[in-house]
């Protein structure tokens, strides 16, 4: 196996489509052995197919299950066992949630917080060390324009993309000189299937058009990753729209966002 022009390993979560895959994708398009992350086994063996074709690169699929309470150790202790410590984490693995908070189901919403916020948590702390002692690395974390504002009528998610929003940025600040990429990602709505999976109704409409294309959006995420930018949130709309959310208090934020920005 040549391994000539490899930049050491990157772990992608959330790898088998989506935002996740075209992350991937870049990652190995930039010379980077890929570690691909989520459940379905068929379709991390497809995208480790295509990783693969970068010239001399591995890529393997490694299924598991992160919303559950032990599935991040597992995907740590995998990679003690392959002896391979990633150079570059993607925490991109998410998912949402949609309706009132009191209508919501219990199991459902252990998952969403495990998934969006602890799991993150435990890969950061176990990996981060390995990176630290090399005195090189990146850690890309997804948030969301959500991070942003309380999300009533999504009000789990809304708040478990603000803790990774936090999460990161301080993160970020205390290994600041360390030579490490901390970097924070918060893209708007994206054409995945994301929406779908969390029970959303469809958009339609302008709503539609205006979601941004998951390789654009990876393309950004990667110029920002390379620049070790703390905070990347993709598109001029999106940034305007934050900057604009920025005159309101928060009460007003919460009314706001219930009465209909889309919802990320
Ligand atoms: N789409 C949007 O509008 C939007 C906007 C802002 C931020 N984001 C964030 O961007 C990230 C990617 O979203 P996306 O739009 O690409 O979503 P997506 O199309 O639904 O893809 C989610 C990925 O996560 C994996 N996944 C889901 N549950 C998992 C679990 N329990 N364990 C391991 N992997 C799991 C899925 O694969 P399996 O189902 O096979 O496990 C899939 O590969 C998420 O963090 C999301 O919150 C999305």
Redesign the pocket.
Known sequence: MKDTHSRGWALI??????????LALRASSAGYHTLL????PD??KELARACRKEDGLQSLAL??????PN?AEILLQECRRRRIHPTLLI??????SAGPFLDSDEIRNS?LL???TH?LVVLCRGFLPAMLADGKGGILN?????AFAPGPGSSL?YAS?AFVLSFSLALAEEQRGNGLRICC??????????????GSAPLSGARLRL??D?DKVADIAWRGLEKGQSLIIPGRRNRWLLRASRLLSPVRLARFTREGLPR?
């Open positions: 979560t959330g790898a088998g489509r989506g935002l996740g895959r075209a992350c989520s459940r379905d379709s991390l299924p598991v299950d992160l919303a559950t599935g925490n991109n693995a998410g998912m949402g998952e495990q998934l969006n799991s997804v948030a969301s324009t959500a998610y993309k990602l918060c893209p708007g709505p994206m054409r995945t299937a994301f929406r779908e999976a969390a979601l941004q998951v990320p």
